[in-house]
């Protein structure tokens, strides 16, 4: 009896490191952890970015939020089209501009955020980034209507961070672009500007999905044309702005001589006034200086 349990007992300690080495089934793949196929962030995030301009991208820019003001409005909507970036060896701008992207910055406070471009960028070190912005437009929270929306003035069409970007290895770049919303003291106005603690290469970010799907369908009608907003026409960009593009001075910039004057100022050669200043006397003077002047 004994003889025949040591036997049992040998036979069930030699069944076990036989069961624990059999051969991995056609189902096991299905039992894999999380981790063991993980994408890697920046790939995720290239895969669903809004707009993808490359086969193989070996950048992804990403846009957050952080908070500050942004509780003031139910929805802040910034344009980007473009990024450049400052090589570090030189002054040279690598600039990269795409298909205007409509982000809502309310909702993308703390990690959140959604993939704007993925993309090529040269390999390098660069020591600044640039995020060219075409408009800004703000909706208050406490708004009763759509014309109580407003728009955002950037001193110029671009923003930039001073950081240090390395972008090199098979693996893409992700870069978060941190924007923050502030107001100026007692004016009424808001400044939007970049938040450098929360932006950089490898900054903690987590793909906000609804936001994302917002950026293919674009900000709402009262944030964009003058015709649907109620702005005047000349409200807005000039030409060409977001374009990532350094916009020329008119002819006449900075030319003293016709500056702050209609077309046809400048002095009369018979009276040092332009034809636009007039008279005192009005028209019967006119007339009088005129017969004045023929005797």
């Given at each position: 009896?004994r003889?025949?349990?040591?036997?049992?007992?040998?036979?069930?300690?030699?069944?076990?490191?036989?069961?624990?080495?059999?051969?991995?089934t056609?189902?096991?793949?299905?039992?894999?952890?999380p981790?063991?196929?993980?994408?890697?962030?920046?790939?995720?995030?290239?895969?669903?970015?809004?707009?993808?301009?490359?086969?193989?991208?070996?950048?992804?820019?990403?846009?957050?939020?952080?908070?500050?003001?942004?509780?003031?409005f139910?929805?802040?909507?910034?344009?980007?089209?473009?990024?450049?970036?400052?090589?570090?060896?030189?002054?040279?701008?690598?600039?990269?501009t795409f298909?205007?992207?409509?982000?809502?910055?309310?909702?993308?406070?703390?990690?959140?955020?959604?993939?704007?471009?993925?993309g090529?960028?040269?390999?390098?070190?660069?020591?600044?980034?640039?995020?060219?912005?075409?408009?800004?437009?703000?909706?208050?929270?406490?708004?009763?209507?759509?014309?109580?929306?407003?728009?955002?003035?950037?001193?110029?069409?671009?923003?930039?961070?001073?950081?240090?970007v390395?972008?090199?290895?098979?693996?893409?770049?992700?870069?978060?672009f941190?924007?923050?919303?502030?107001k100026?003291?007692?004016?009424?106005?808001?400044?939007?500007?970049?938040?450098?603690?929360?932006?950089?290469?490898?900054?903690?970010?987590?793909?906000q999905?609804?936001a994302?799907?917002?950026?293919?369908?674009?900000?709402?009608?009262?944030?964009?044309?003058?015709?649907?907003?109620?702005?005047?026409?000349?409200?807005?960009?000039?030409?060409?702005?977001?374009?990532?593009?350094?916009?020329?001075?008119?002819?006449?910039?900075?030319?003293?001589?016709?500056?702050?004057?209609?077309?046809?100022?400048?002095?009369?050669?018979?009276?040092?006034?332009?034809?636009?200043?007039?008279?005192?006397?009005?028209?019967?003077?006119?007339?009088?200086?005129?017969?004045?002047?023929?005797?």
């Amino acid at each position: 009896m004994r003889r025949c349990v040591a036997l049992l007992i040998s036979l069930g300690l030699i069944a076990v490191p036989l069961f624990g080495c059999a051969p991995a089934t056609a189902d096991s793949a299905d039992t894999l952890s999380p981790a063991a196929i993980e994408t890697p962030p920046a790939l995720a995030a290239g895969l669903v970015a809004a707009v993808v301009t490359a086969d193989e991208p070996n950048f992804v820019l990403l846009i957050s939020d952080e908070p500050n003001d942004i509780g003031d409005f139910s929805e802040l909507w910034v344009t980007v089209s473009g990024v450049g970036f400052v090589l570090a060896d030189s002054d040279e701008v690598v600039e990269q501009t795409f298909a205007p992207v409509d982000v809502n910055l309310v909702g993308l406070t703390g990690e959140a955020a959604v993939a704007v471009w993925a993309g090529v960028v040269p390999e390098g070190d660069y020591t600044k980034v640039f995020l060219y912005v075409d408009e800004i437009w703000a909706m208050p929270a406490d708004a009763e209507n759509e014309e109580e929306a407003f728009e955002i003035k950037l001193p110029s069409n671009k923003l930039q961070i001073v950081m240090p970007v390395a972008v090199e290895g098979e693996e893409p770049t992700d870069f978060v672009f941190d924007l923050t919303v502030h107001k100026a003291g007692n004016s009424g106005m808001y400044i939007v500007k970049p938040q450098l603690t929360e932006s950089g290469q490898g900054a903690e970010y987590e793909i906000q999905e609804q936001a994302q799907e917002r950026t293919r369908t674009g900000k709402p009608e009262w944030a964009g044309k003058p015709h649907e907003s109620g702005r005047p026409d000349s409200a807005g960009q000039p030409e060409g702005a977001g374009a990532g593009l350094m916009l020329e001075p008119p002819d006449d910039a900075g030319n003293p001589d016709d500056a702050g004057k209609p077309a046809d100022g400048g002095k009369r050669e018979e009276k040092g006034k332009p034809d636009w200043a007039g008279t005192q006397g009005g028209k019967n003077d006119d007339s009088s200086s005129e017969e004045d002047d023929s005797d």
